[in-house]
């Protein structure tokens, strides 16, 4: 959630990173303030400028087989159905590939590689490699160490050109305007995501959140030779290969910077949040990833973007009070790709090559070196490591019915003891991969109390949180729902009658059968088991006596409405077999 001003530390008007702070020190909580103000407020102008965009990126596959290698190490020339402007292979294999337009001349060959080192937490299963921007191309080539045996999927990403326009141009050349040198604790311009074309990728999912406790430096293995209106385009291709290849909620990276210094947000959720991505596997819930964009084997980042990126890091690592030299210590998740079992406890620098955690060369030979020196800016552009300023608490039902509002409640207060009035509360459920996800958000009032509900499906634990603070977690189950059609209904006696509805989550079902007598009581017959199949119950009852009957299907503390059978006299013997009523 962003970072929410208040009165006592936010100017009139808005903050820009070319506003001189003449105050000595900035707290954790101006920090925040400037988070939202100069990094997310001075997004604004570049996001109504550019708009959103109407037509997304499109994604298709191309299937090259045996046959089109004829025996050799290298493909025909390949020609996709159409126009695109990036690749990468599904399943593993050291495979090359170099592109072009129509008549113009080939790229240079380009490894596909990666094959899952950037991931969620332990994944596995089929991997893609990593995306490789090629530029508007209509033709490729493969070339692999030996013949492949089997067919090559080649899935590819067509990007509207243009995705962004002469507003990121500016924001990065306001950013790098000599002699405005940025205040520590401050955020580089970002570009948001709507600027980009994310709205045309939506997550699949609500973002999830951990911690800050470290930041992995990436490249993307794509192209070094773009322009600074390529750049979105290159991103918007590597968000939609990342959820419709990889099948991720969304981008992987939190951040994205190009050679120009501009800054992308990556990853829904706040660029001021904790939000995990599946850029590290293993360590996405304690970590931050910057990724970018490039090769960065044998050629360093260039000045803009070492400046952009020790900024952001200075900025990012002292919001979530932690510093940026100095090494910690992180339990591993695990994974295919990572050096560690899970649990394991693994020691890591603050900001660390990829490679340092995972089974990869990311983030090439080049940056790798440089990790060192961007260390030491970002500590020079880092604000103050702060405590976590004030409380939350938290109050939750313990149980509710499925489908129905789970009512939660509590109040915030500042670190001066005042009621934390107009703050932010985020209410978040924890996911079945340990991450914590937003459901709910309230604003606190005059006195800091806050409420919020939620919809109820499935029993887990919560906590709220608000400006880093988080509240003790608490648990609230769900109750089962059962539900079946209450119309009154006759029937003969020496009947059958099948009793069906749903009950939610699957449970088991105890219809009870009553029959009325004749002084009005209702007086228990039996309980009769109903076969569960994923959602739906059912059941057969013989009501071999007439009456009135009266069923009601329990499944826990949860009943559903009765219904009322009327069983008429009727001659002759009842059929056997079936539960009877009697």
């Not at 808005?14 to 400037?34: C, E, F, K, S």
């Not at 500590?379 to 004030?390: D, F, K, V």
Request: hydrophobic share 40%.
């Amino acid at each position: 959630m962003p970072a929410r001003e208040r009165a006592d530390v936010a100017p009139r008007r808005p903050i820009t990173t070319l506003d001189v702070v003449d105050r000595p020190t900035i707290t954790r909580r101006r920090a925040l303030a400037l988070g939202a103000a100069a990094g997310l407020g001075s997004l604004v102008a570049p996001a109504l400028a550019l708009g959103s965009h109407r037509r997304g990126a499109r994604g298709f596959g191309l299937t090259v087989s045996p046959a089109d290698f004829d025996g050799g190490r290298v493909s025909r020339v390949l020609s996709a159905p159409r126009r695109f402007d990036l690749l990468g292979l599904r399943g593993a294999g050291a495979v090359e590939v170099r592109t072009r337009a129509r008549g113009a001349v080939w790229s240079r060959w380009v490894a596909l590689t990666g094959h899952g080192d950037h991931a969620p937490d332990g994944a596995g299963g089929e991997r893609a490699s990593d995306p490789v921007w090629s530029g508007a191309a209509h033709e490729l080539q493969l070339r692999a160490p030996r013949p492949p045996r089997a067919p090559l999927r080649l899935h590819l990403v067509a990007v509207p050109a243009r995705a962004l326009g002469r507003g990121a141009v500016r924001a990065a050349a306001i950013r790098a305007r000599p002699g405005q040198a940025p205040a520590p604790g401050t955020p580089p311009p970002i570009i948001p995501r709507v600027a980009w074309g994310a709205d045309g990728v939506p997550p699949r999912a609500d973002p999830g959140y951990g911690e800050v406790q470290l930041a992995f430096v990436h490249h993307t293995v794509t192209v070094n030779e773009y322009t600074p209106q390529d750049s979105a385009q290159i991103v918007l291709g590597i968000a939609k290969y990342h959820r419709d290849v990889n099948g991720w909620n969304d981008i992987g990276y939190n951040f994205l910077v190009d050679r120009f210094g501009q800054v992308f947000e990556g990853r829904a959720g706040g660029t001021d949040q904790a939000v995990v991505g599946a850029q590290a596997q293993g360590y996405n819930r304690v970590s931050t990833g910057i990724a970018h964009l490039g090769t960065h084997g044998d050629v360093p980042l260039g000045e803009p973007a070492m400046a952009a990126t020790a900024q952001l890091l200075g900025w990012k690592m002292s919001l979530h009070g932690v510093p940026t030299e100095g090494a910690v210590t992180v339990i591993s998740g695990g994974g295919p790709s990572n050096r560690y079992r899970d649990g394991i406890p693994v020691t890591l620098q603050r900001i660390s090559g990829h490679r340092d955690g995972d089974a990869t060369s990311c983030p090439g030979n080049a940056l790798y070196a440089q990790l060192p020196e961007l260390r030491r800016r970002a500590t020079a552009l880092a604000g103050p490591l702060t405590p976590r300023e004030g409380t939350v608490t938290l109050s939750a039902v313990g149980a509710v019915v499925y489908g129905e509002a789970a009512s939660f409640r509590g109040a915030v207060t500042r670190s001066d003891g005042s009621a934390g009035a107009g703050e932010t509360v985020a209410v978040q459920k924890r996911s079945s991969t340990g991450a914590w996800v937003t459901i709910a958000r309230a604003i606190a009032g005059a006195d800091g109390a806050w409420s919020a509900a939620a919809s109820w499906r499935r029993g887990g634990d919560v906590r709220a949180v608000v400006a880093g603070a988080a509240s003790a977690v608490a648990s609230v189950d769900v109750l089962p729902r059962i539900e079946q059609p209450t119309r009154t209904r006759r029937v003969m006696a020496g009947s059958a009658i099948t009793l069906a509805g749903r009950v939610r989550p699957a449970s088991p079902v105890g219809v009870l059968v009553e029959i009325q007598g004749r002084d009005g009581i209702w007086r228990r017959v039996r309980v009769v088991r109903a076969r569960v199949a994923r959602t739906a119950w059912k059941t057969t009852v013989f009501l071999r006596r007439p009456g009135l009957y009266r069923f009601t299907p329990r499944t826990g503390a949860s009943a559903a409405p009765a219904l009322y059978v009327r069983a008429r006299r009727r001659r002759g013997r009842a059929r056997a077999g079936g539960v009877a009523a009697r």
